[in-house]
């Protein structure tokens, strides 16, 4: 029997798959729950929402029940946080400390990196936080590491270019996460809210790399792998990939009769609105709000939108309370 699921249950669903926080994800599931037509046909997909709803509120009740500091556990700043793994001595502490100020410790041996170490990467007019962790191997990861994978908003996959282990390094990485449940390489999606990911060589000056690179394209087309040194190969376009992959958008403020403000942009998901972005002004704006100027996006600059509006990155708004 066909399930015939609403657009509203695909935009509770399209809500769920945009979701980053617990919260989000719970409200989303429990919308897609009460939207979803009751019949033959969708028993199994409530089912599953209902086994999706349990294992977050066990995850919650963990974490309630969890005391005392948490190493692991980083405060997210700036518009996302990028959490870096990888094997010992694949140089992500040398790539964080060449984007940002952070105080990460490079050495020759491997894990000198004890506990996640944070750094603000500025990208354009905001930042994205890059936390450094311990070095990982299929057979030893710390505990307490993969929540930090799983509370991240994308992962950077970090593998040797010059290493000859750097396809094993891949492969390794990829099956350890899989297994952890933080990424999703399935085709059927079997993983709940999986983390995005991208996957970066390093030491690309090194003359050993270029080889391996090949051979590493070859036998996973299906990857993008980037190519970066830490002395300035690649590290403008990692920096636009590590915000892209983040899923979110810049927006600018605007008063009435004034310039917009172009030093603190308000950071929305993809797909937000005009609503979206009320909200985050103000909690009592959306009850206010009649329409919009929208500078950017629009058909000509200054047009009038209504409140489900979707913007787009750069856009500049002025609310029309």
């Not at 010992?88 to 990196?113: E, H, I």
């Not at 590590?242 to 917009?260: E, H, T």
């Not at 172009?262 to 103000?282: C, N, Q, W, Y």
Request: aromatic content about 6%; some cysteine; proline content about 8%.
């Amino acid at each position: 029997m066909p399930a015939n699921l609403t657009p509203q249950y695909h935009a509770a669903e399209e809500r769920y798959r945009r979701a980053r926080t617990p919260e989000e994800k719970e409200a989303a599931l429990h919308e897609m729950l009460a939207v979803i037509p009751k019949h033959k046909g969708t028993e199994k997909l409530q089912a599953d929402i209902k086994r999706r709803l349990a294992r977050l509120r066990e995850e919650k009740k963990k974490k309630k029940q969890a005391k005392g500091f948490d190493p692991f556990a980083v405060e997210k700043e700036g518009a996302g946080q990028v959490v870096l793994a990888g094997y010992p001595n694949c140089g992500k502490s040398a790539l964080v400390g060449a984007l940002t100020r952070a105080k990460v410790k490079v050495t020759d041996y491997p894990y000198a990196t004890s506990v996640p170490v944070a750094g603000m990467m500025p990208y354009e007019d905001t930042h994205v936080q890059l936390v450094d962790t311990p070095p990982v191997t299929p057979e030893a990861i710390p505990p307490g590491l993969t929540g930090t994978f799983k509370a991240a908003d994308a992962l950077l996959i970090v593998i040797d270019a010059a290493s000859p282990e750097c396809l094993d390094q891949l492969e390794g990485m990829l099956q350890l996460l899989q297994e952890r449940e933080v990424i999703d390489l399935s085709e059927e999606g079997e993983i709940i809210a999986p983390v995005p990911f991208l996957i970066v060589a390093t030491k690309c000056d090194l003359p050993e790399s270029e080889e391996n690179l090949q051979l590493l394209r070859e036998l996973r087309p299906d990857l993008e792998i980037g190519a970066v040194s830490c002395h300035g190969q690649g590290l403008d376009q990692l920096r636009r990939k590590l915000f892209d992959i983040l899923g979110v958008i810049r927006i600018y403020g605007k008063a009435p009769g004034r310039p917009p403000d172009k030093e603190r942009p308000f950071i929305l998901r993809k797909g937000s609105t005009v609503l979206d972005f009320a909200e985050m002004v103000h909690k009592d704006f959306p009850k206010r709000l009649k329409s919009a100027l929208v500078w950017g996006s629009a058909r000509f600059d200054g047009q009038a939108v209504p409140r489900d509006y979707v913007l787009s990155d750069g856009d500049v708004v002025e609310l029309q309370l």
